[in-house]
């Protein structure tokens, strides 16, 4: 196996283990979810899940740092499509993606940066500078989302306002859902997602 290969393949296993690691800190939460429990989750000993992540502090940055990309391209999506409402539905719906996807590590997003992290949930997770890096691409995503109002009360398409509130509180309620929503309960992801487009719109637009 040449070096391409086998680098595709660790990252494949890598990936698999971040859903596992996501299941666990669902279920245990983002300080109970130890490495035992995560390789317990993914099937592997200890001792193979130290092959793919040196330490849990290595698991949580990179399970942290492929959401913000994760988020990062449905801002970037958003900003192509022709006008505010399209661009603020499309940007609901995929960061609930995101953030709700079982496959995904989105669900340490809130515990991790999210309201959690005031009280040193996410900070004492990491080295400093390592979580200096992921709060400020959460700005820049914070940032990005802004943006996307500012321009369209621009346009006269979002209603007068102070664009950092209002984004802070999309993002909120947008957040807050993976504290309530199970993948077992009465509504999908896309459901969850239609509603709140209904909801949230309905307060913005003009």
């Excluded at 801002?75 to 609930?96: K, Y």
């Amino acid at each position: 196996m040449n070096t391409r290969s086998k680098q595709l393949r660790t990252d494949g296993r890598r990936n698999e283990i971040l859903t596992s690691a996501s299941q666990a800190i669902r279920r245990l939460g983002l300080r109970g979810a130890g490495m035992r429990q995560i390789a317990d989750a993914a099937g592997l000993s200890a001792g193979n899940l130290y092959y793919y992540f040196r330490n849990k502090q290595e698991l949580v940055y990179f399970c942290q740092d492929q959401t913000l990309d994760a988020l990062h391209a449905v801002a970037r999506e958003a900003r192509e499509q022709p006008s505010a409402g399209t661009q603020l539905a499309l940007l609901i719906r995929g960061h609930l993606r995101v953030l709700l996807d079982t496959r995904t590590a989105g669900a340490v997003h809130l515990e991790f940066l999210g309201p959690g992290a005031q009280r040193g949930v996410g900070r004492d997770e990491l080295p400093a500078e390592l979580y200096r890096k992921l709060v400020a691409k959460r700005d820049r995503y914070e940032r990005a989302v802004r943006a996307l109002i500012e321009d369209g009360q621009k346009h006269r398409e979002v209603r007068p306002g102070d664009p950092k509130l209002q984004a802070f509180a999309l993002l909120g309620a947008l957040n807050w859902a993976a504290r309530w929503w199970r993948p077992s309960g009465a509504h999908t992801v896309d459901e969850v997602a239609g509603a709140f487009i209904d909801q949230l719109l309905g307060g913005l637009l003009q």
